[in-house]
């Protein structure tokens, strides 16, 4: 964990010294920002992911909540916002991931609902290209921000 620190570390001096109105995101396993801390606990050991540590070096933090690949429901998207907003114990800015790709159209909608609900910062879309591939996906998502 502490090579991952120092690493992110790194990368953020060298932006600041080059660029500092770069906008610093990380992406992260979603495991992190579970509430559960069994969970949270397996992100550190297996990623290396102390979403503490992102919190505070990084202006966005990204839980990548692919909740069908994690065998999940769609609440568990809120679950990981609100965990990840209490692990991290700063302002930095919590967009949620969302699966945009071997979904319905409802359950992308449910994935949105959710996470905007736990008042997520924004929402990024993983695949973009298989969400706005697919008429009835690009859609629903349109209809999920109405």
């Known amino acids: 964990m502490d090579d991952i620190r120092a690493f992110t570390e790194e990368i953020k ?6 660029k500092p109105e770069i906008i610093y995101s990380a992406s992260l396993m979603p495991e992190g920002g579970d509430i559960d801390a069994a969970s949270n606990g397996f992100a550190m050991v297996h990623y290396g992911q102390r979403y503490a540590d992102f919190g505070e070096l990084c202006d966005i933090v990204i839980p990548m909540t692919y909740h069908l690949d994690f065998g999940e429901k769609a609440n568990w998207i809120a679950d990981v ?4 907003r209490d692990v ?16 319905s159209p409802a359950e992308l909608q449910k994935a949105i609902y959710y996470a905007r609900g736990a008042g997520a ?11 706005f591939g697919n008429e009835n996906l690009k859609n629903a998502m349109l209809e999920a921000f109405k």
């Open 13 to 18: 001096a060298g932006i600041e010294s080059m």
């Open 81 to 84: 916002a609100t965990g990840t």
């Open 88 to 103: 991290m114990m700063s302002d930095t800015k919590v967009v949620m991931g969302i699966q945009a790709y071997d979904l």
């Open 121 to 131: 910062d924004g929402i990024m879309f993983f695949r973009f290209g298989t969400l």
